[in-house]
């Protein structure tokens, strides 16, 4: 079992930045990939962004040149520094960690993008 908690969601202005941090605990041998994904009101979860333990990043069109993720894997941690925010990043955003024939999830912290 891992266990996932997030922190650093909040209200931000049109072109403002956040970061968002994940700690990851338990049985964090067996992660070999962390990352973040997002739900809007109405849609469906998307991903957002991911990083393997080895540092190979992949993200959703939507988010590119605007978010960056990180992890240090001393600490078991991810984060997520997102800039330019636009009202259309509003969503919880969910802290993910993908082991060997699972996936699992943080609670969520929500993001409001608004003026």
């Known amino acids: 079992q891992v266990q996932l908690v997030e922190s650093g969601g909040g209200l931000v202005q049109p072109g403002g930045s956040l970061r968002l941090s994940c700690a990851a605990s338990g049985s964090i041998f067996s992660i070999y990939a962390m990352g973040w994904y997002r739900q809007a009101p109405g849609k469906q979860r998307e991903l957002v962004a991911t990083?393997?333990?080895?540092?190979?990043?992949n993200y959703a069109d939507s988010v590119k040149d605007r978010f960056t993720i990180s992890r240090d894997n001393a600490k078991n941690t991810v984060s997520l520094q997102m800039n330019s925010l636009k009202p259309e990043d509003t969503a919880v955003y969910y802290c993910?960690?993908?082991?060997?024939?699972?996936?699992?999830w943080g609670q969520g912290t929500q993001v409001t993008v608004s003026s």
């Open positions: 993910i960690a993908q082991v060997p024939m699972s996936r699992y």
């Open positions: 990083i393997t333990s080895g540092g190979h990043t």
